[in-house]
Nanobody
């Protein structure tokens, strides 16, 4: 069973930075895609950034130019560098990994809280 463990969340002031890490229990090259989602209180979970096995990246419009997703295959870890953080970035951030099917597999981490507040 694949496990994804997020870390790096915390409290930061507006304009600050954080780097989230997602460590996988197995080789991340086995995943077709990995990504970071977030869910704020009372809102639906949304895709923040994604990265394919080949390294192609995509971002939500709200974080373009501020967030960067990257991967280190040797460490089986995906990162989310978050700069110029805003209060509206406050949410629980989840790591996701997908293996396309059929049958297809979808894995989630437990989440890490990011709070942007002065």
């Amino acid at each position: 069973q694949v496990q994804l463990v997020e870390s790096g969340g915390g409290l930061v002031q507006p304009g600050g930075s954080l780097r989230l890490s997602c460590a996988a229990s197995g080789s991340i090259v086995s995943f077709d895609s990995m990504g970071w989602y977030r869910q704020a209180p009372g809102k639906q979970r949304e895709l923040v950034a994604g990265i394919s096995r080949g390294g192609s990246t995509s971002y939500a419009d709200s974080v373009k130019g501020r967030f960067t997703i990257s991967r280190d295959n040797a460490k089986n870890t995906v990162y989310l560098q978050m700069n110029s953080l805003k209060p509206e970035d406050t949410a629980v951030y989840y790591c996701n990994a997908i293996i396309w099917g059929p049958p297809g597999y979808d894995y989630w981490g437990q989440g890490t809280q990011v709070t942007v507040s002065s």
